[in-house]
């Protein structure tokens, strides 16, 4: 009883790690097109053509995350990426620096190429709808759709640049 009265006020908070693993029944069908469509706003594939976006949007899921549910812990590998279609998240890089992402916003991407630990702890602030992509299938699509790389590299080489021009400006 102490449990189910926690989850109701939010004193104990879901893990990501138990969505994910419930597969299929925590998966909401989005059509093809509207995860293409909420893709293309992800910087990372700027580069990519319908095709390559359309591969990545076959290996994304959409899963509902009640809130308090901690999406990403500081400190621990990265092996998700996140799109936020409904709801709100609250990202803690330190104690004291804060930033909620709202819909249309997303994190994780630079987990999915490299798995390194990540630099915040990002809860759910609301209820939240979110296109999920694992760095595993991630990685199998790289193989399976080599130009798809080079897109990325391209844009990737870009973002170093602009930092190259700031730093240097």
């Keep these: 009883m102490e449990f189910i009265r926690g989850v109701l006020d939010g004193s104990y908070s879901w893990d990501l790690r138990d969505l994910l693993r419930k597969g299929d029944d925590a998966e909401i069908r989005l059509p ?19 095709k390559q976006l359309k591969a990545v949007a076959a ?9 308090g549910t901690v999406l990403t812990r500081a400190g621990e590998p990265g092996e998700e990426f996140f799109f936020i279609l409904d709801g709100a998240a609250m990202v803690e890089v330190t104690r004291r620096k804060r930033v909620r992402l709202l819909p249309g916003e997303f ?3 630079m987990s999915l190429l490299d ?3 990540r630099s915040a702890t990002v809860r759910a602030e609301t209820d939240m709808r979110l296109l999920v992509i694992l760095r595993r ?21 870009r973002r170093l640049r602009d ?5 240097n400006a």
């Design 115 to 117: 798995g390194e630990p």
């Design 32 to 50: 093809q097109d509207e995860k293409i469509r909420h893709l293309q706003k992800v910087d990372i594939f700027a580069d990519s053509t319908r």
């Design 163 to 167: 930092l190259e021009r700031t730093l």
């Design 107 to 109: 994190f994780g991407e």
């Design 137 to 157: 299938n991630f990685q199998s699509l790289l193989s399976e759709v080599p130009e798809l790389t080079r897109s990325i590299l391209i844009v990737l080489s």
């Design 59 to 67: 290996i994304s899921r959409v899963i509902e995350a009640p809130t």
